[in-house]
């Protein structure tokens, strides 16, 4: 079960895909998985000022997902910074904006990758230049984009095909 995102971001296309990056609650990630948090670091996590986050990656193309990727155990929240000896040294605030600013823009080449691979096999199954009507099934020929691509004649149905904008 996928839970609400905490937080969204949608990203400037990239590729012909639409793009866009949220947090989910990491339930499954806990301060023991990771020796390098100290006492009062993990006190601050019990007292839910920083939680664990999974980023999730999102590219789409005319509004269905063709990749997508999954990045978790991501410290998320008001966390705090200690010296050696565990003191206190400030609390830096963890945001989506301040995560993608650090340098997780992998996940987005991920799941382009992902949805172009996703592409080639649906260019495979499907001519180029050919269109199938989704509900009666007769095909045309066209070179129009699949945002464009023109109602079906006979029963008025929209004719889908894969958008020839997107280079894979």
Same mark, same amino acid.
Not at 89 to 100: A, G, H, M, P
């Given at each position: 079960?996928i839970h +609400?995102?905490?937080?969204?971001?949608?990203?400037e296309?990239?590729?012909? =895909?639409d793009l866009e990056?949220?947090?989910h609650?990491d339930y #499954? +990630? #806990?301060? +023991?998985?990771n020796?390098?948090?100290?006492q009062?670091q993990? =006190?601050?996590?019990? &007292?839910d000022q920083?939680?664990?986050? @999974?980023? #999730?990656?999102?590219a789409?193309l &005319?509004?269905?997902?063709?990749?997508e990727y999954?990045l #978790?155990?991501?410290e998320y929240?008001? =966390?705090?910074?200690?010296d050696d000896q !565990?003191?206190p040294q400030?609390?830096? +605030?963890?945001?989506?904006? &301040?995560?993608w600013?650090?340098g997780?823009t992998?996940?987005? !080449?991920?799941?382009i990758?992902?949805?172009?691979?996703?592409?080639?096999? =649906?260019?495979e199954?499907m001519?180029?230049?050919?269109a199938?009507c989704? !509900?009666?099934g007769?095909?045309?020929?066209?070179e129009?984009?699949l945002?464009e691509t023109?109602?079906c004649e006979?029963?008025?149905?929209?004719?889908a095909r894969?958008? @020839?904008?997107v280079t894979?």
């Amino acid at each position: 079960m996928i839970h +609400s995102a905490i937080e969204s971001m949608t990203l400037e296309p990239r590729d012909g =895909f639409d793009l866009e990056i949220c947090v989910h609650a990491d339930y #499954h +990630s #806990h301060p +023991s998985d990771n020796d390098g948090l100290t006492q009062k670091q993990v =006190f601050a996590w019990l &007292d839910d000022q920083w939680h664990y986050v @999974s980023l #999730h990656a999102r590219a789409s193309l &005319d509004g269905v997902t063709l990749g997508e990727y999954w990045l #978790h155990g991501i410290e998320y929240g008001e =966390f705090l910074i200690t010296d050696d000896q !565990d003191n206190p040294q400030k609390t830096v +605030s963890v945001y989506l904006k &301040d995560i993608w600013e650090d340098g997780y823009t992998d996940v987005i !080449d991920e799941a382009i990758a992902q949805a172009k691979e996703q592409l080639k096999r =649906f260019r495979e199954l499907m001519p180029a230049g050919e269109a199938r009507c989704s !509900d009666c099934g007769r095909w045309i020929e066209t070179e129009q984009p699949l945002s464009e691509t023109p109602l079906c004649e006979p029963c008025e149905g929209y004719h889908a095909r894969l958008s @020839s904008e997107v280079t894979a």
